[in-house]
């Protein structure tokens, strides 16, 4: 199901966010319509999206933003979806995968219908939507895929032993894409953030450096301009994950984290 204003224009370069109703998705769509993208918005929530388009056609122009609704473990649904909006926008040359979901465990929980429900969005999900992606931009021989992924990948931690492993999948296949699109002129982007402003950190004890989605992604479209490859959001967050990977197991099985 979609609600879209009149035909965007095709001067216009068209950006894809799946999981653009909240927080790091939502920012990310905002900034790439106000940036010059005519940009697709998906996700369950269609009322949201409507009102988050509703704002931007009405700063921006009517078509600069458009609402689909989409569940991203419907992976039968992608390539139609995916071929409709390529129809819509005219021309895409970006598309970003921002869904996730992430479950609350107990250190003594192990849930498998939890653990299904965060791989099927955090893994399978991304890789229906931006296999599409990357048949289209090798074709192209150009465009660009982001995906966001998370410090939470660089270790098996005790808390959320599933959440971690799908970042760490997620990362990996993006490195995967990398590996295989840039030599066909393709940008694959794989951003890592920290601890973000949304409904992720409810529940979350000892958080610290907090940032806004808008501040997430003013980082994330610097890191697109710049063709970086894999980015921490913000960029301190790297000296963490180094430390994080060069802690010996015998040590970091020992550590509450």
Known sequence: MTTAPPAASTALPGAIVVGASSGIGEALAQ???????????????LDRL??????????????????????VTRYDDVPALFATVLRDLGRVTLVVYCSGVIERIGLSEYSFDKDRWTV???VLGAIAWLNQ????????GSGS??????????????????????????TTYLEALRNRLTRKGVHVLTVKPGFVNTAFLEGIPNTFWVISP?????????????RRQTVFVPARWGLVALALRNIPSSIFRRLSI
């Open 214 to 226: 808008e501040a997430a992604a003013a980082d994330i479209w610097k890191s697109l301009r710049r």
């Open 31 to 45: 900034r790439l319509a106000r940036e010059g993208y005519a940009v697709a918005l998906l996700a369950r929530r």
């Open 145 to 170: 895929i982001v995906g966001i992924s998370s410090i939470a990948g660089e270790r098996g931690r005790v808390r959320n032993p599933v959440y971690n492993a799908t970042k760490a999948a997620f």
């Open 133 to 140: 992606a990357a048949m289209l931009f090798e074709r192209m």
């Open 120 to 122: 099927e969005v955090n």
């Open 50 to 71: 409507t009102e988050i388009c509703s704002r931007l056609n009405a700063e921006l122009g009517q078509g600069r933003a458009r609402a689909y609704a989409h569940d």
